[in-house]
């Protein structure tokens, strides 16, 4: 009987630890889609292309346009937040110091487009999103400069890549930005940052870790193989994986 009950009480220490290493392996990400402006149309799209590389990356994806997970109970189970074409002041007073706390613990966050549109008047999250949406031409075709291959985000793109989106121009862009692509003005019309116009970057900032990338605004960049491996890449930077 003894031998039975020790011989049980392994059995369920074993499980528990089992389950215990399947929890701590695996990584949470939270898709945040909160508008207060300019809606795009393109979200449901991009949401279901995240879920998609979660699946086929070993992540678990939450997705919310609630504001009040931002505390710091909710945002500790996520190894990134992705602002996807956030727009507008999202956040109050209470859930920004949330995000900021969460990112100075080492926290990871990834901007999709508009996520440049939000939160004008709080100069921390500028620093972190990289620059702020300024404006825009029509939608057209235009050229990419790949300037850093090496990031995991770049390592598969053409050196020059030809693709059509929305194209932002961008104010209040930061120093120390790692700019991984630009965009050739020359290539299409309504560019106002010059030659060096910053598509996509990365930082590590205040503890943490920040990938930006403009590109997303139409349904049709979430079917381009190029863009959902680019995406990929930026969210593994954040969730800090290798």
């Known amino acids: 009987m003894k031998k039975y009950i020790f011989l049980l009480t392994v059995t369920v220490f074993l499980f528990g630890l089992q389950s ?21 149309a393109s979200i449901p799209t991009g949401i279901a292309a995240i879920q998609k590389i979660g699946k086929e990356n070993g992540m678990e994806v939450d997705t919310t346009t609630d504001a009040r997970l931002f505390n710091s109970k909710q945002l500790k189970k996520y190894a990134a937040v992705i602002f996807l074409s956030t727009t507008g002041n999202v956040l109050d007073d209470q859930q920004q110091l949330a995000f900021q706390e969460y ?38 075709e235009a050229i990419l400069h790949i300037i850093d291959p090496s990031h995991i985000s770049t390592m598969h793109l053409p050196k020059e890549w030809k693709r059509f989106d929305e194209w932002y121009n961008f104010k209040s862009i930061q120093p120390n930005l790692h700019v991984l692509i630009t965009i050739d003005e020359k290539s299409y019309t309504g560019g106002e940052n010059g030659a060096d116009h910053p598509m996509a970057w990365w930082h590590d ?34 969730v800090n994986r290798k």
Do not use: M
């Open 20 to 40: 215990f290493i399947a929890h701590k392996k695996t990584t949470r990400i939270l898709v945040f889609s909160r508008t207060l402006g300019f809606h795009h």
């Open 103 to 140: 990112i100075q613990r080492g926290g990871g966050f990834v901007g999709v487009h508009a996520a440049t549109d939000t939160e004008y008047d709080w100069p921390w999250y500028n620093q972190l999103v990289g620059a702020y949406f300024k404006s825009h031409p029509k939608q057209q």
């Open 205 to 238: 900032f205040d503890g943490g870790r920040a990938f930006y990338t403009e590109f997303g605004h139409t349904d049709e960049s979430y079917a381009d193989p190029l863009f959902i491996q680019h995406l990929t890449g930026g969210i593994a930077y954040a």
